[in-house]
């Protein structure tokens, strides 16, 4: 594919605070070594900061955007659709409000792998953050995923996904843009919110994915989680549409067994039962020893550039740094 850029940058917004909006956008323009564009995809929100956003790319001197601003809320799949088809090159990283590219690095550091490793989508580590709290600090969270040197195998990532829910976060990789489109499409009318939940129809379809042990994002996961609680409803009708999907592209691998055996743990209550039943899926019980006796370890920091921002106190942040 022939572009000017060497990679493109969907940002998906939906009723956005501008402080948060703005510290993804600075993250974007920090980029050094890499030529990009930036795709503002909003859904419908009743202020989408168009001024501010036009504001903040002309004091950059930056003209290669484009604002996919739309009248109605259609749902994250469908927004982030709308700005895929709107990216010029050959890969693409989407970013949500309130996450942030990790370093200046970042874009320049994942294409460069996507492209070694021709993947499809890559992935990496990512910082967990609350962007609402007081004092802002890394949230400890075990590494996800666990399995990272296994990318090479796409039979091992298969049963990552599939068997051991060892996922890397959704918020994190590039994905090589007409392939993703592909899947994009094929969520429409199916699933709304979870568009994450097409990394597992591309593991069951043994889709080249890699894995970057480095961090790429700065996830706002305190807000995410909020998110996720008010929406667990909707987000079950996605899981579902998802998990007939990769029904019907299973239907002829032993994998499928196993994988209804796991989904089935999704909705046993109680625990003892539940660990009984995972007993009986080696694959899993296999994940779960190697994991506890050998934890992957990563040292989470805030970037740089982040806590100089803070210590300048410039209203962007409203969060103090963590002693």
Not at 214 to 219: A, M
Not at 304 to 317: F, P, R, V, Y
Request: glycine share 4%.
């Amino acid at each position: 594919m022939n572009s000017r850029y060497d990679i493109s940058v969907v940002v998906v917004t939906y009723k956005a605070e501008w402080r948060k909006l703005k510290l993804t956008l600075l993250s974007i323009l920090m980029q050094k070594d890499v030529s990009f564009e930036i795709v503002v995809s909003d859904d419908g929100s009743s202020d989408n900061h168009r001024e501010r956003i036009e504001h903040l790319f002309l004091d950059y001197g930056f003209s290669d955007y484009k604002l996919d601003l739309h009248d109605q809320n259609q749902g994250t799949v469908k927004n982030l659709l709308s700005g895929y088809l709107l990216a010029e090159s050959e890969y693409v990283k989407d970013i949500g409000q309130g996450d942030l590219l990790y370093d200046e690095h970042t874009l320049r550091d994942m294409l460069q792998y996507a492209k070694e490793k021709d993947a499809d989508a890559v992935f990496g580590d990512a910082v967990l953050v609350d962007m609402d709290a007081d004092e802002l600090s890394c949230i400890s969270m075990p590494a996800v995923p666990y399995l990272a040197d296994i990318y090479d195998d796409k039979e091992k990532v298969k049963k990552a996904f599939l068997l051991n829910m060892d996922r890397p976060y959704g918020c994190t990789p590039i994905t090589r843009r007409d392939v993703f489109i592909e899947y994009l499409e094929r969520a429409c009318g199916h699933i709304v919110y979870g568009e994450d939940l097409m990394f597992d129809v591309m593991a069951a379809e043994s889709r080249k994915m890699a894995f970057l042990a480095k961090p790429v994002t700065v996830y706002d996961y305190g807000a995410r989680f909020g998110e996720r609680t008010a929406f667990n409803e909707r987000l079950e009708k996605d899981v579902r549409a998802s998990e007939e999907m990769i029904e019907t592209v299973l239907a002829n691998d032993p994998v499928l067994d196993k994988r209804r055996a796991v989904v089935a743990l999704r909705y046993e209550d109680n625990r003892i039962k539940r660990v009984l039943k995972e007993c009986m899926i080696p694959d899993v019980l296999r994940f779960k020893v190697y994991r506890k006796l050998h934890p992957r370890k990563k040292k989470d920091r805030l970037p740089a550039w982040l806590i100089q921002m803070m210590k300048e106190g410039n209203g962007i942040c409203d969060s103090k740094i963590a002693e």
